[in-house]
């Protein structure tokens, strides 16, 4: 009987010690998958500091086929260097001759190790579409308070600049011309003493 009775708790043992570790190991697995979601939503959610031109043009044509879901066109982004000039850009006009007033340039500024973005610059006719896409492409919360900071006010010249979510924005307008500047907030040198 006393050898019923061992071999009882023995077995009530070992059933509850294998109860035991599979539950730690649904545990850890439920944990694990809750960590690599947080790692998902963070590199979908990359500041526009650490983030790569690969990563922007994959956000930027993201917003740019759902506008076009909304029959909303705005310019096509690619990475190109352009040869004249040496520069990067994510647009520019392919033509010798364009019409005035209606060349588009997006210009790419990469920091040293030639992937990582520094700095983006709209230059030429407006395209709010193509701004506001710009602009969200980098990671911005877009506002209501961004919307009008866009909008044209008036043919005079205008200089206005906004700071969200660590990025600087900065626009100049010219009568029929935009000029729009989106750069990463950098901490100012230490003052002399």
């Known amino acids: 009987m006393k050898k019923y009775l061992v071999l009882l708790v023995a077995l009530l043992l070992i059933a509850g010690l294998a109860m035991f570790g599979a539950n730690e190991k649904t545990n850890a697995s439920k944990s694990s ?14 500041t526009f500091t650490d983030m790569t031109t690969d990563q922007y043009l994959g956000n930027y044509n993201k917003i740019k086929n759902e506008l076009a879901g909304k029959n909303i066109e705005i310019l096509p982004f690619k990475l190109e260097l352009e040869k004249d000039t040496n520069y990067y850009r994510f647009y520019y006009p392919k033509e010798e001759k364009y019409i005035k007033g209606k060349a588009k340039w997006v210009s790419v500024m990469l920091k040293r190790d030639g992937k990582t973005l520094d700095g983006l ?5 407006p ?3 193509t701004i ?7 990671g911005v919360t877009w506002s209501e308070q961004l919307d009008q ?7 005079n010249q205008v200089s206005e600049e906004i700071q969200v979510d660590g990025v600087r924005i900065s626009i100049k307008r ?3 011309d935009i000029n729009v ?3 990463p907030i950098r901490l100012s ?5």
């Open 149 to 155: 900071f866009i909008k044209e006010k008036g043919a």
């Open 174 to 176: 010219n009568p029929g």
């Open 33 to 46: 998958s809750k960590h690599e979601k947080k790692q998902e939503e963070t590199k979908s959610k990359l």
């Open 127 to 129: 395209d709010l579409n």
């Open 132 to 138: 506001k896409a710009m602009i969200q492409a980098t």
């Open 189 to 193: 040198p230490p003052k002399k003493l």
């Open 181 to 183: 500047m989106v750069d």
């Open 121 to 125: 610059m709209y230059n030429g006719s």
